[in-house]
């Protein structure tokens, strides 16, 4: 009935999502400390701030830091790192610039 429908047009959908998440979705972070490449890091949910279109999170192999980056609105970013950066306490945020990713941070 009409609930199957439903359900297939939701997974439908949140196989759209992932698609298009996992197009934007960067082969690679750079550590903010060491300048390493990180190539293991997840996909954070950003969904639920306005203007953010994607957000990822990996350690650096090297320095175990955190490093992240952003995707979306830059004044957004910059308002979330730093919400971020006092939660996380220490953590030092990458910035990827590759292929059009904004840099999350500039430079020190
Ligand atoms: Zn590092």
């Known amino acids: 009935m009409g609930q199957a429908k439903l359900r297939g047009n939701r997974d439908q959908r949140v196989a759209l999502v992932k698609e298009r998440a996992e197009a934007m979705r960067p082969e690679n972070l750079v ?15 950003v969904r639920q701030i306005d203007g953010m279109e994607a957000a990822y999170a990996g350690i650096c192999p090297q320095c175990k830091d955190a490093v992240w980056a ?7 970013i910059a308002s979330f790192v730093e919400t971020l950066s006092e939660k996380v306490g220490g953590g030092t945020l990458g910035a990827q610039t590759k292929g059009g990713m904004p840099a999350a941070l500039p430079d020190k």
């Open 70 to 76: 952003f995707r979306g609105d830059p004044d957004v």
């Open 31 to 45: 550590c903010g400390s060491c300048q390493a490449e990180v190539h293991e890091f997840q996909s954070m949910d």
